[in-house]
Each structure stands twice: as structure tokens, then as C-alpha cells.
């Protein structure tokens, strides 16, 4: 069944004209970002300067006496070194004065003299005395925008080469992906390298100054994110102009709006944090440093391999703390289905919404109260064992106690999920199967063998899969409740790398860390793929 | 097609909510009563200052510092904001706040206690001006104790003749394993946390020392219970079961209904002769630096900082204002009293980034030492190991 | 012929399913205790029964400025999640069950994918995007970035459902004259209703209790949602649980009325007598 190759043209057109829309939208706010800044003056390479001593604005007048390349520079000696002068003013109320109309009048003096190019801006600023002032600052090199509209550029000349050069099919499709990301990624990689150079030189160059404050430095990351644009749509493109049948073309209308929106708002992202583990994040500067974090990382830091503190420690926890968590979730959320879905059983209705609270009520206040009851002195757990005559247990002294603390609170938090998706997957099984097998005098385990559990694969498979990485991924119950005690044993990857950008302040080493976590996930979902292709065997 | 409907309708909830940049725009994380204060003081702002509308947007405090850092460089944050001091050196690094240096003067400068105007300085640039502190003191039970000890060699034979008299009484507590509740006796005892240079002092011999103290209180003194969380200290106090606590004034809230309790400065410790010295949070109002109505946040910031906005927060609402013009007879109470003692002998807490670094690994060590029976001395090299650890 | 259970049976599970039902509730008491008293601490102890009552938090927070629209915005956004995330997700499981086309295995996996990486890195980037597209501050951006994380749950979980429904009922359908979407539309939805309900509950979820992206997004204190609101009373150091309590109490009503209402869509689709080749 062939396709009237125009008929086809209408998708691919449309999506240029949004990655255009995109591009118009991203210059029309960079644009108006850069021309409303305001930031205030760094004293260095100022080109041109006007002060109005008393206020009045029109009165703005050179400042051809005063060196202005340092213009906070007073060497009398002051009470409070953080407070700064500026030799010969007089008072003035600031408020008077108005930012715009300063600007103006300065353009309106300088006219013959100002050359306002790109690399420059003004800046105005007032002293404490109520003198105003007015400069011309030399901005410096700002590679910022290139990367991001290079990005896009190159990204639809080779979308729009890949719409002609038809029926090229999804491998050469990813291939023209890959080899557009890689000069993409490329230069923005080196475009925020040369940000970050930037911002270091004039962070260096102000410290020498009296407490200025370094500029303002764009993240270079969201820059390298955004150029990640072209990848998706190349994706998009290669997968579409394959596609001659049109059952095909229903099949991608049907997935389309789904994909391309995952696409833009998890694939950015994504690249932008990719893009931020080759880098190190010191005090709101990024730098370069390859694969130095994965490294570190990897070599555990020079710990021993069973130490609490090394990667690999941290990864076997996470590991069995998925597996155990994930079993305990299943088990139980398919018994309790089980018996729940049984329709002669009366009051199941309010079973089921009692049993579905742990899910709906917000689990920081339940994670806490968890801890609360697993305290040592005054918990309920310790009560009950004392009790029943068992000696109370310090919980978050031990790793296997903390451990099972966290397990506790994560099972009572998870297993009305399971419970509601194995509620669901239970009804796909046609119930003229049991019937049959009741006719042959099957036991209830064996119905449960050979007809519940193998049919209940497709429908259960995704919540166990998916489940497994969002318990690997949890960070909420670890951080709540036993928050890494003993001595960091019971934390899990993605509470260390949580620690390492919020608490150490180390983005580029965080996203290392959670690279590698996408990377352990990733192997693992390979490794399910047959589990599900087998599952879809089942119904053929 | 019935999808392309779909996303028309979609794009059309992308309508409305222009963001207003008429008004000024001041974030907040108050609660309660301290947020209905902030408003009528802006309202009074507002009522002085015509033509100028503030638009207070609160924020709930865990995501205040995170908003705000994405918030600023887009152009999107507040004009002015107010928040505690301990990030100043993270945002003055980053460009997003604007320095004062050339708006304050020494006249308003001499107006507060200079260790909270200190907190807000980093590399010698003034960010902000200080609203309130915040700081820990000793509360006691004035049934339990008659006198407030004035050193900690009285204060734990206080405790001891208490706990001795009634076992399930005990004598002191406050979290253990808090590097901030245990400054207070790491100053104490002439120890800091960084020394110049930036190089980590936390395993130095005087650090050692006050952990040695206070393993000494927990379990040779047993005077202090071994597992100690902030909620058990509250219902502990509150049952008139517990002499003495390290506490700050949010504390007070915790009290409400329950009375003959005071507060006293904190004792000086009596192996160094040195007073215990908490640390000094500050609550400050900041301009940001992209901000594009300056004058009017400057204005706005002298207005809420000024003496008799602070008379008036101290006496209705008892906050600890910065400003100490305010503190004249009949403006606060004994409770006031105290901690307007206490921050001459606090120390601020350091504004620069790399204090973050200092929680975790110290509050490993502390337990550890405290709680575990690990030697103080080792428990604090590990510590200093962790902090470094990355660089 | 079905076989009721014995009267021993019945016993038996009542009795296991009230324990179980009372192990669950119990730290939520704890909860209810921390609402209904006047006072903000933390409740520690053993006693998880209220000892003094009073409503006194419930009526502070319906007097909280902005509760009414904070309420309505994180419905109105709970729900376009809800609707959009499961119209979409259904849509696309149907193209991943039903057919057989380039890249059906990568969109899978793709789907899977996305849940992998670590939300809490990508917030900034994620804001930076947000704002460039001009969706901040806007209840679409709220919804577009939620649905990320619920679609791929609910396509996967479709897409399993519908694997589960045999071809020949559509096989007949088709043979009958119905178009593609007629098919989707009238035969293949309502035979998978359980499914749908989990997942249009499991995206009312996702939606309804976030905060920490609705608090980072919004500029605006009308804008909220109410997770942001009950995270308003956690302070630095100290939080006002009675309040808190009672917002979390209030916040879990409509997830357990929805449920309530979705029940009775949890019934098997092919159990009315089927249709049989």
C-alpha cells in the first residue's frame, strides 16, 4: 500500500514549525533577559562614566577627574570597611532619581561618543551619600546565545535533509541523530567551557576589588540542554519518513503527542544533566573536568569496597533494598487483591478505600511518625516488644535494624499501590478459565499456578518493572526516616547524591553520581525486555 | 482532528497570569503570627511611601533557597526578600544579590548589633540589614531551679542534686548529635569550626574537648539521656521532668500553657573561664541584584529594619529584633532580656559555602563520639576527612 | 457453579482482613490525634488517641488568604493531569499493543527510560525549560511536567491491559465496517475500564500530592497547590503539625473519594458473557 508522498509532508512540516516557534520564542525572551539586566557594576574596565552629585538629572555631568577604572576607592579610613564612598559628593535622596530617565539623558549627552555595541552596557548605581552615577561597562566575550541558536540551526538543516532523502529508515535515522549531537553537544560543551573560563577570569579579576560581587554567570547547562532539541526531532523525523503504510501513520499519530512532549520535557533535562557531570561546580562556577567525577566515583573515593561510604557499598544496599522492597510490595498488594476481589465477599468496598489511606495521606508526616515509632526510648514498636517480653531495640544504631526500619515504612507506604494495580490486572483474566478448571477439580494453589499468575504477567509486569525503579529512586522514606544512620550504611545511591548537591554543594559530582545511576537503571530494564517480550508471548 | 482539539484547548490554558511588575515583590517563609506582623508593617510601608505597592508572595521555607537561586537569574525572582543569613556567600558568589555598600551609611550601620550586620557581610560587602536573630539560651524550670547557673560547673551540680533526687527527672538535654546545639561548648572551649584559611578545625584539641565534656555529662554525670530528639525534650520539659535545655526562642512556641520557666544566658564554661557561645542566626531583608525597582526595595528594607517598626515587633510580637535602638525600657520582656544578652556573646554563623559542608560530617562525628563510644578524637578526624572529601 | 466459602472461611478472612486493616490505620491515628488538638507539637508517645478534641486547625486553615483557590488550583490541575495523562496514555498503549511499527520497541523502553533519571537533578533544567516556553507560572506547565512522570506508568500498564484483549472481537468489528478509531473508541475502551481506572487514579496521584515543583514553579501565593500550602507550615526549625495534620487530612479526602468512585469500574471487562468466536 503505497502513500502519496505529499500527502506525507504535513507532519514533518509541522514540527519544523514549532522547532521554530521554539527558537523564536527562546530569542524573543533571551533578548528582552539581556536588555532589561540591571546587574550593578564590578568597578573593572568601565569605558565611560557621568555623576550627578545632587540629584537632578539633568545635571548629569562627566566624570573627567576620577580614575574610572576604580571607582570605589576611598583610602581614608572608614568604621565599617563593607560600607564605601566616593570621594567629593553631597547628599541626595536616591528615590528622586529614576533608573530610565538617567539612562536617557546620559545617551542624550554622549550621543557623538557612545558607540553602544553588543559587548557593552550601562550601569547605574548610587552612593551612599546620594551621588548617582551613570557607566558604560565593557561586558567582555558572551558566547552564550550561539550554542543555543547554532544548536537549533544545525539541527533543522539536517532535519530538513533527512525529509528529503526519504525512506531512509530508523537506523540511519539515529545515525544522523548522533551525528548531529555530537558538533552540537560539542560546541556548546565548549561554549560553556569558555562561560565558565569567562566567569573565572572576572572572578578573579573583581576579588581584587573591594568586596564586588562577580557577575552574573548564565548555567552553562541549560544552554548545552537546549541544543539537545535537534535530537529529538531527528528521532521524530527518522522514525516518520520511514513510514509508507498508512496503519503506520495511524500508529505514530496515536503516539505522537505523548512522545514529543516526553521528549522535550524529560529529554532536555536529561541532557543538561549529562552535560553537567563532566563538570565541577565550585561556589557558582562550572568547570571542565571530563571524567574526573566518574572516576572518583568509581574508585569509591580510595574507601574500602565494604566501607559504608564506598559506591559499591551504596550500590549493593540499593540494590537488596529494591529487591526486598519490591517483593514485600507484590506479595502483599496480590494477596490482599486477591482476597479483595472476591465478589461474595461483603464490605470489600471498605476494605479497599481503608486499605488505600497509607497511599493518600502525604508521606511526610507518615514517614515521620514511622521514625517516631521506631524510637528507641519512647516508641511505640519498642512498647509493644517490651510487652510481649522482647528487649527494646536502639533501631538506628544497627545497619540491618535501620534497615529494616526503612523496609517497614517503605512496604506500609507502597502495598495499596500493588494492591490497586493487581485489583486492575485481576479483571483481565476471563473468569470462564476458573470455572473450567473448578469443572476439572483443580486445587486453588494449582488455579493460582497455572491460570492466575501467567495471565496476570502483562498486565502486572509494567507496575512490578516500573516500581522497581521508583523504589530504587526513593528518597523520601531514607531521608525521612533513617536519613543514612547508622554512619551513612542504609543510605542509598540517590540520597548520596542528593547530599552531594544540596548539602556539599557539588552539582557536577551529583550528576555524576546520577548518571550512573540512569546507567544501572538502564542495564536493568535491558535485562527485563525479555522477561516482557516472553509475557507478550502469552497472548500472542 | 479530534487530537489537534485537544492540544488547541490545552494551549488555551496557557492564558492569563501575566506576572505584574508594577508592585515591588517581597518573599517571605513567615507563618502565623510573624506573617500578619510583616503585612501590616508593609501596609504602613505602603502608606508612607505613595505610589509604591508591595505584592508579598510567602514561600514555604524548604523550597525558599532553591526557587529563589533559579528564580533571579531568569528574571523572575523578587525585588526584595527576607530569609535567614546562612546562604548570603553562596548568592553574593553567584551575582544575585546587590551589595549595599554604596546605599548604607554608618549612622543606620551603628543602629544594630554589629555581629548580626557581620553575618550579612561577605568579602567585605554588606548584602542585606538584619530584621531578627535567632540564637540559643538556657532555658530552666524555676521549680526545679531557683537561680540560673553562671557556670557549667554549677549547673551540673545543679542537675546532679535534681536527678538524685528524683531518678526520672533528668538534668539537661538537647539534640546530641547537632553541631549547632553543641557550638555553644565547642566555643566554649576556645574551639571553631574553620580557622582562617579556610581549613577545617573541627579535630583540633579544643573541639576534642568539649566532646569529651559532653560524653562526660551523658554518661559519667548521667544527667543528659542518651537518645535525645526535639520532640522529647518538649514533652520531657513540659512534664517537668527536665531541669535544664539548650533551646532557641522558637522554643517559647512549644510552651504555650505551661509556665514558671525562664530563660538565662548561657553559662561561661568553667575549665576555660570562656563563655559558652551559641551560634547567631540572622534574619535578614536582601535586595536582589536583578532587581528592577532598587531605590524603592532600599527604601522598603530601610522602612522594615527601622527602630520603631522594630519597638514594635519586639514588644507585640516578640521577635528578637536586630536593631538594638529598640531595646528601651518596657519595650521587651525577661525573655527578650536574656537573649539580648546572649547575642553580645554569640558568634555568626559563617555565611560562606562551605559551611554546608559541616552538618553531616559533624553530626556523624558527634554521634559517634556521644552516642557510641567512639574516642572523641577520632570521631572529629573523621569528620574533617568527610568534609574535605570531594575537593 | 460457584463455590460459596464456609462460614469458618468467612471468619477467618474478616478476622485477618480487620488486622490487617488496624495494622495499616494505625500510625494514621497519630495523624488524626496531631489534628484534632489545639497544640503544634509532634505527637510522641504511646497514646495515639486524642485526648482533648477540638477543630480549632481545621477552621485556622479554611481561614489561611488563597485556601479556597489553592484548593481549586491543585484540583484543576490534578484533574487536566488525570484527563491528559490518561487520554494520551491511552492512545499511545493502543498504538504500542495494537500495532506493528519502527521503533515501537524504542518508544517502550524509551517510556521506561525517562522514570530513571533522578527527578530531583533535572528540577533546574527543568525550570530553565519551562521558562524559556513561557509556561511558568501557568497551570500547563504544571500539568506537562507532571504528566511526565504518570504517563509512562499508564502506557506501560495499557498497553499490558490491551495486550490481554483478543484480536478477534476487533477482527470481527473490522469485518463489520467500523473504522480504527470507532474501534478504539467504542470496543477496546470500555473493555479495559479497571485499567483505566488504576491509571486515572495513579495520575490524580501523582498530581494531587507533589509540592516541591508546584512551590518552585508558581510565583504566586494564589497559584499554590495545596501541598505547597501544607508545606508552608514547615519551618526551619520548627513546624505547626496540628495544622499540618489537619491539611494532610484534608488533602487525602478526594484520593479516597475518587477511589471510592472508580471501584465500581473495577470490574472485569470480559466476565459479562464475552464475546466468543
Redesign the interface.
Known amino acids: 500500500m503505497g502513500v502519496e508522498p505529499r500527502v506525507g509532508l504535513w507532519m514533518p512540516l509541522a514540527t519544523l514549525a514549532f522547532c521554530t516557534l521554539?527558537g523564536a520564542?527562546?530569542l524573543d525572551?533571551y533578548g528582552a533577559?539581556v536588555q532589561?539586566?540591571?546587574?550593578?557594576w564590578s568597578g573593572e574596565r568601565v569605558l565611560d562614566a557621568m555623576v550627578a552629585s545632587d540629584g537632578s538629572v539633568d545635571r548629569l555631568q562627566a566624570l573627567d577627574g576620577i580614575k574610572v577604572d576604580r571607582i570605589?576607592d576611598d583610602p581614608a579610613p572608614r568604621?565599617?570597611?563593607?560600607?564605601?564612598s566616593?570621594r567629593g559628593e553631597e547628599a541626595l535622596d536616591?528615590?528622586n532619581?529614576d533608573?530610565a530617565a538617567l539612562v536617557e539623558v546620559y545617551l542624550a549627552a554622549r550621543k557623538a561618543a557612545v558607540v553602544r555595541s553588543e559587548s557593552d552596557h550601562l550601569k547605574v548605581?548610587?552612593?551612599?551619600?546620594g551621588a548617582v552615577l551613570v557607566a558604560r561597562v565593557d561586558r567582555g566575550r558572551d558566547v552564550g546565545t550561539l550554542p543555543f541558536y547554532g544548536g537549533i540551526l544545525l539541527g533543522l538543516i539536517l532535519c530538513l535533509g533527512m525529509m528529503i532523502w526519504r525512506g531512509t529508515?530508523?537506523y540511519s535515522a539515529l545515525l544522523g541523530a548522533l551525528a548531529a549531537f555530537v558538533p552540537v553537544a560539542g560546541g556548546a560543551a565548549w561554549a560553556a567551557h569558555g562561560l565558565t573560563l569567562q566567569a573565572h577570569e572576572l572572578?578573579t579579576a573583581v576579588?581584587s576589588a573591594?568586596?564586588?560581587?562577580?557577575?552574573?554567570?548564565?548555567?552553562p547547562?541549560?544552554v548545552i540542554?537546549?541544543a539537545g532539541l535537534p535530537l529529538v526531532l531527528m528521532?521524530v523525523l527518522g522514525?516518520w519518513t520511514?513510514?509508507r503504510a498508512s496503519?503506520?501513520r495511524?500508529?505514530?499519530?496515536?503516539?505522537?503527542?505523548?512522545?514529543v512532549?516526553?521528549g522535550?520535557?524529560?529529554?532536555?533535562?536529561?541532557i543538561?544533566?549529562v552535560a553537567?557531570a563532566f563538570m565541577r561546580h565550585d561556589?557558582?562556577t562550572f568547570t571542565w573536568v571530563g571524567l574526573a567525577n566518574f572516576g572518583?566515583i568509581l574508585s569509591s573515593?580510595g574507601y574500602g569496597l565494604t566501607h559504608p561510604?564506598s559506591f559499591y557499598f551504596t550500590l549493593a544496599v540499593t540494590i537488596g533494598w529494591t529487591a526486598i522492597n519490591v517483593v514485600l510490595h507484590v506479595g502483599i498488594g496480590l494477596a490482599?487483591a486477591l482476597?479483595?476481589?472476591r465478589p461474595?465477599?461483603r464490605f470489600r468496598?471498605v476494605?479497599?478505600?481503608?486499605?488505600?489511606?497509607?497511599?493518600?495521606?502525604?508521606?511526610?508526616?507518615?514517614a515521620?511518625?514511622?521514625k517516631?515509632?521506631f524510637?528507641?526510648?519512647?516508641g511505640?514498636i519498642n512498647?509493644v516488644f517490651g510487652v510481649i517480653g522482647l528487649e527494646p531495640v536502639?533501631w538506628f544504631?544497627g545497619f540491618w535494624t535501620a534497615f529494616t526500619a526503612n523496609v517497614t515504612t517503605n512496604t506500609?507506604l507502597g502495598f495499596p499501590?500493588m494492591m490497586?494495580?493487581c485489583?486492575?490486572?485481576?479483571?483481565?483474566?476471563?473468569?470462564?478459565l476458573y470455572?473450567a478448571a473448578?469443572v476439572d477439580g483443580a486445587s486453588a494453589w494449582a488455579k493460582f499456578r497455572h491460570i492466575t499468575l501467567p495471565?496476570l504477567k502483562?498486565?502486572?509486569?509494567?507496575?512490578v518493572?516500573?516500581g522497581s525503579?521508583?523504589t530504587f529512586?526513593m528518597?523520601n522514606v531514607i531521608y525521612l526516616v533513617s536519613n543514612g544512620?547508622?554512619?551513612?550504611s542504609t543510605d542509598i545511591l540517590?540520597t548520596e547524591?542528593?547530599?552531594?548537591?544540596f548539602?556539599?554543594?557539588?552539582y557536577g559530582?551529583?550528576?555524576a553520581y546520577?548518571v550512573i545511576?540512569?546507567l544501572v537503571?538502564?542495564s536493568y530494564?535491558l535485562l527485563t525486555?525479555r522477561v516482557t517480550k516472553a509475557?507478550?508471548e502469552a497472548?500472542g | 482532528m479530534r487530537i489537534v482539539a485537544l492540544w488547541a484547548f490545552l494551549a488555551l490554558l496557557t492564558g492569563c497570569q501575566q506576572q505584574n511588575r508594577e508592585e515591588l515583590v517581597l518573599w517571605h517563609a513567615y507563618r502565623g503570627a510573624e506573617a500578619t506582623a510583616l503585612t501590616s508593617a508593609v501596609r504602613r510601608f505602603e502608606a508612607s511611601a505613595d505610589g509604591v505597592k508591595v505584592r508579598l508572595v510567602s514561600v514555604p521555607y524548604d523550597a525558599f533557597a532553591n526557587k529563589l537561586s533559579v528564580a533571579i537569574p531568569r528574571g523572575n525572582g523578587p525585588d526584595v526578600f527576607i530569609y535567614a543569613h546562612d546562604r548570603i556567600g553562596d548568592w553574593a558568589a553567584r551575582g544575585l544579590l546587590e551589595p549595599l555598600g554604596l546605599w548604607a551609611n554608618e549612622s543606620l550601620i551603628d543602629q544594630f548589633f554589629l555581629q548580626t550586620v557581620e553575618s550579612l557581610v561577605y568579602e567585605d560587602a554588606l548584602y542585606g540589614l538584619p530584621l531578627a536573630f535567632k540564637t540559643l539560651a538556657l532555658f530552666y524550670d524555676k521549680t526545679l531551679v531557683d537561680v540560673a547557673p553562671r557556670t557549667t560547673a554549677e549547673m551540673v551540680a545543679q542537675a546532679k542534686a535534681i536527678r538524685a533526687a528524683d531518678a526520672s527527672r533528668w538534668g539537661l538535654a538537647y539534640p546530641l548529635d547537632s553541631l549547632y546545639f553543641h557550638a555553644p561548648w565547642l566555643h566554649g572551649f576556645g574551639g571553631q569550626v574553620y580557622s582562617k584559611g579556610d581549613e577545617p578545625a573541627l579535630a583540633a584539641a579544643p573541639a576534642v574537648r568539649s566532646v569529651a565534656f559532653t560524653r562526660r555529662l551523658v554518661h559519667e554525670e548521667k544527667i543528659i539521656p542518651e537518645e535525645v530528639t526535639s520532640a522529647l525534650v518538649t514533652s520531657l520539659f513540659r512534664d517537668r521532668k527536665l531541669a535544664f535545655v539548650v533551646n532557641g526562642p522558637w522554643f517559647r512556641g512549644e510552651l504555650e500553657g505551661h509556665d514558671k520557666w525562664a530563660v538565662a544566658p548561657l553559662p561561661i564554661v568553667s575549665e576555660t573561664g570562656i563563655p559558652a557561645r551559641p551560634f547567631l542566626g540572622v534574619e535578614g531583608v536582601l535586595l536582589s541584584a536583578q532587581s528592577l525597582r532598587k531605590a524603592d526595595g532600599y527604601a522598603l528594607m530601610r522602612f522594615l529594619t527601622r527602630t520603631d517598626e522594630a519597638k514594635t515587633r519586639l514588644s507585640s510580637g516578640g521577635q528578637l529584633v536586630a536593631n538594638q535602638a529598640a531595646y528601651v525600657k518596657g519595650a521587651g520582656d525577661a525573655f527578650t532580656e536574656a537573649f539580648r544578652q546572649q547575642v553580645e556573646q554569640a558568634v555568626p554563623l559563617s555565611n560562606r559555602p562551605h559551611m554546608r559542608r559541616i552538618w553531616t560530617p559533624a553530626q556523624d562525628a558527634l554521634s559517634q563520639a556521644i552516642m557510641h563510644g567512639v574516642p572523641p578524637a577520632e570521631a572529629l578526624q573523621e569528620a574533617v576527612r568527610l568534609i574535605k572529601r570531594g575537593d | 457453579m460457584k463455590q460459596t466459602p464456609s462460614t469458618a472461611m468467612n471468619i477467618a478472612t474478616h478476622g485477618g482482613l480487620i488486622c490487617v486493616v488496624v495494622a495499616t490505620l494505625f500510625p494514621v491515628l497519630w495523624v488524626i490525634k496531631m489534628a484534632f488538638r489545639p497544640s503544634q507539637t509532634f505527637a510522641t508517645g504511646l497514646n495515639p488517641f486524642p485526648t482533648t478534641f477540638s477543630v480549632a486547625n481545621f477552621t485556622d486553615l479554611f481561614a489561611e488568604p488563597f485556601f479556597w483557590e489553592q484548593l481549586g488550583n491543585s484540583f484543576i490541575v490534578a484533574g487536566v493531569t488525570t484527563v491528559a495523562g490518561v487520554f494520551l496514555a491511552c492512545t499511545s498503549a493502543y498504538a504500542l499493543s495494537r500495532f506493528r511499527f519502527p521503533g515501537r520497541r524504542a518508544a517502550l523502553m524509551g517510556f521506561l527510560v525517562t522514570q530513571m533519571f533522578p527527578g530531583t537533578m533535572m528540577m533546574i533544567p527543568l525550570y530553565h525549560l519551562l521558562d524559556q516556553l513561557m509556561l511558568l507560572d501557568r497551570v500547563l506547565g504544571l500539568v506537562l511536567v507532571y504528566s511526565t512522570t504518570a504517563i509512562p506508568f499508564c502506557v506501560w500498564m495499557l498497553k499490558g491491559y490491551f495486550d490481554t484483549i483478543p484480536r478477534a472481537i476487533e477482527e470481527s468489528a473490522l469485518m463489520d465496517g467500523a473504522s480504527q478509531f470507532t474501534l478504539f473508541w467504542r470496543i477496546i475502551l470500555p473493555l479495559s475500564r479497571p485499567a483505566i481506572a488504576v491509571t486515572a487514579l495513579f495520575s490524580f496521584m501523582t498530581a494531587w500530592n507533589e509540592f516541591i515543583l508546584a512551590a518552585t514553579f508558581m510565583s504566586d501565593e494564589a497559584a499554590y497547590t495545596l501541598p505547597v500550602r501544607l508545606q508552608q507550615y514547615v519551618g526551619q526549625y520548627t513546624a505547626e503539625w496540628g495544622h499540618f495534620a489537619a491539611g494532610a487530612l484534608l488533602v487525602s479526602l478526594p484520593v479516597m473519594i475518587l477511589f471510592l468512585v472508580l471501584q465500581k469500574h473495577l470490574v472485569g471487562g470480559l466476565t459479562a458473557g464475552g464475546v466468543k468466536g
Open positions: 521554539i520564542v527562546g525572551r533577559h532589561d539586566e540591571q546587574l550593578t570605589v568604621k565599617y570597611r563593607f560600607l564605601w566616593l536616591p528615590a532619581v533608573d548605581a548610587r552612593t551612599h551619600a529508515g530508523i572572578a576579588a573591594t568586596g564586588l560581587q562577580a557577575p552574573f554567570v548564565s548555567n547547562a541549560g540542554g537546549l528521532i522514525i520511514r513510514s496503519a503506520n495511524v500508529a505514530y499519530t496515536y503516539l505522537m503527542p505523548a512522545a512532549g516526553m522535550l520535557l524529560v529529554l532536555v533535562p536529561f543538561v544533566g553537567l561556589m557558582g572518583q573515593e561510604l490482599l482476597v479483595l476481589q461474595t465477599l468496598g476494605y479497599r478505600v481503608l486499605l488505600i489511606v497509607p497511599w493518600a495521606v502525604p508521606s511526610y508526616i507518615t515521620l511518625i514511622w517516631g515509632m524510637d528507641k526510648q519512647y511505640m512498647h536502639a544504631n506500609w499501590f490497586v494495580v485489583l486492575g490486572a485481576l479483571q483481565s483474566i476471563p473468569r470462564d470455572e473448578d495471565l502483562p498486565a502486572l509486569l509494567p507496575a518493572i516500573l525503579v521508583w529512586n528518597f544512620q547508622p554512619h551513612h540517590i547524591a542528593y547530599r552531594w548537591a548539602e556539599q554543594d557539588r559530582y551529583a550528576a546520577s545511576i540512569f537503571l538502564l530494564s525486555q509475557a507478550e497472548y
